[in-house]
């Protein structure tokens, strides 16, 4: 397996052990036998898709169909993942939301006594946590300077797999960090029983939004080679309007009557409905700055 006369490698182990593991969408993804580690390979140079219709239509394959009616519903997992943090972190200080969208955690957070900003990608997602009177800065962790600014937690929700340099990001973090602070991540899980079931069928294999794949191997060695040991590893279920829940499987299956159902679903009684999924193949951790 060569390209351009040099072996592809794990950018996680650094190991060239690699195998061909999936074509999606005219992307490649290869898989480290080390690691376990599902990666895309060559990273797109441009990835122009958190735009407006990302987070309003998802027309174009990505993203929600309306972020904030789809986000409700993660109201109850958001807590938890709070609670869960409340049992490590010393005291409810500067919190950093990586990826924070419109701002639905923040503001949760702000209710649990955090002291909370965010980064986020799209200006239109900034703009409007902005509009709601909360801190978030638009562009990439190497955008911004944060290595002055001292954090009791930082969190990741479902961004870690969208990051095309995840060990220079995480190693931003790390400096970001106060020592014996905390980092909470959750973030498809490669080794779930239904990942492995799925194979390259795996509805979350979706590029160019997914870029990296983590288990739990693959995330030890991105987190303790940048100073962070694991404290706590869980899977934790989410919720989903039925608007999204059927926007998924149209992108997943390419069947239109699931894309029909997402738009009937969209408004009136049945966007108030939300189901309950764990399906595993998420997980959520814990880790501590040394």
Same mark, same amino acid.
């Given at each position: 397996?060569?390209?351009?006369?040099? *072996?592809?490698?794990?950018?996680?182990?650094?190991?060239?052990?690699?195998?061909?593991?999936?074509? @999606?969408?005219? #992307?490649?993804?290869?898989?480290?036998?080390?690691?376990?580690?599902?990666?895309? =390979?060559?990273?797109?140079?441009?990835?122009?898709?958190?735009?407006?219709?990302?987070?309003?239509?998802?027309?174009?394959?990505?993203? #929600?169909?309306? #972020?904030?009616?789809?986000?409700?519903?993660?109201?109850?997992?958001?807590? @938890?993942?709070?609670?869960?943090?409340? @049992?490590?972190? @010393?005291?409810?200080?500067?919190?950093?939301?990586?990826?924070?969208?419109?701002?639905?955690?923040?503001?949760?957070?702000?209710?649990?006594?955090?002291?909370?900003?965010?980064?986020?990608?799209?200006?239109?997602?900034?703009?409007?946590?902005?509009?709601?009177?909360?801190?978030?800065?638009?562009?990439?962790?190497?955008?911004?300077?944060?290595?002055?600014?001292?954090?009791?937690?930082?969190?990741?929700?479902?961004?870690?797999?969208?990051?095309?340099?995840?060990?220079?990001?995480?190693?931003?973090?790390?400096?970001?960090? *106060?020592?014996?602070?905390?980092?909470?991540?959750?973030?498809?899980?490669?080794?779930?029983?239904?990942?492995?079931?799925?194979?390259?069928? =795996?509805?979350?294999?979706?590029?160019?939004?997914?870029?990296?794949?983590?288990?739990?191997?693959?995330?030890?060695?991105?987190?303790?080679?940048?100073?962070?040991?694991?404290?706590?590893?869980?899977?934790?279920?989410?919720?989903?309007?039925?608007?999204?829940?059927?926007?998924?499987?149209?992108?997943?299956?390419?069947?239109?009557?699931? *894309?029909?159902?997402?738009?009937?679903?969209?408004?009136?009684?049945?966007?108030?409905?939300?189901?309950?999924?764990?399906?595993?193949?998420?997980?959520?951790?814990?880790?501590?700055?040394?």
């Amino acid at each position: 397996m060569e390209t351009d006369n040099q *072996k592809i490698k794990c950018p996680i182990c650094n190991l060239d052990d690699v195998e061909f593991y999936a074509i @999606k969408k005219g #992307y490649n993804f290869y898989r480290s036998k080390n690691c376990g580690l599902i990666f895309l =390979w060559p990273l797109p140079k441009d990835i122009n898709i958190y735009n407006t219709d990302y987070f309003c239509g998802a027309t174009g394959g990505h993203g #929600y169909v309306d #972020y904030e009616k789809n986000k409700a519903p993660m109201s109850k997992t958001f807590r @938890k993942y709070l609670e869960i943090m409340g @049992k490590y972190s @010393k005291e409810r200080g500067c919190l950093l939301d990586i990826g924070a969208a419109t701002g639905y955690f923040l503001e949760l957070a702000s209710r649990d006594n955090w002291q909370g900003m965010g980064i986020e990608i799209s200006e239109y997602a900034a703009q409007k946590a902005r509009n709601k009177g909360l801190k978030v800065l638009c562009g990439t962790l190497g955008d911004v300077d944060l290595l002055n600014n001292k954090f009791n937690a930082i969190t990741m929700w479902d961004v870690l797999e969208h990051l095309s340099d995840p060990n220079g990001d995480i190693a931003i973090i790390a400096g970001a960090l *106060k020592r014996g602070s905390i980092l909470a991540i959750n973030t498809p899980d490669s080794d779930s029983a239904w990942a492995r079931i799925f194979g390259q069928h =795996w509805h979350l294999l979706i590029p160019p939004e997914h870029l990296f794949l983590f288990g739990i191997k693959s995330l030890e060695i991105l987190l303790n080679k940048n100073n962070f040991e694991i404290l706590e590893i869980k899977k934790i279920g989410k919720s989903f309007t039925l608007a999204y829940f059927f926007s998924v499987l149209y992108n997943w299956q390419n069947i239109a009557l699931w *894309k029909k159902l997402s738009h009937i679903c969209s408004g009136g009684f049945f966007s108030k409905i939300a189901i309950p999924i764990n399906l595993r193949d998420n997980i959520f951790i814990i880790a501590k700055k040394i």
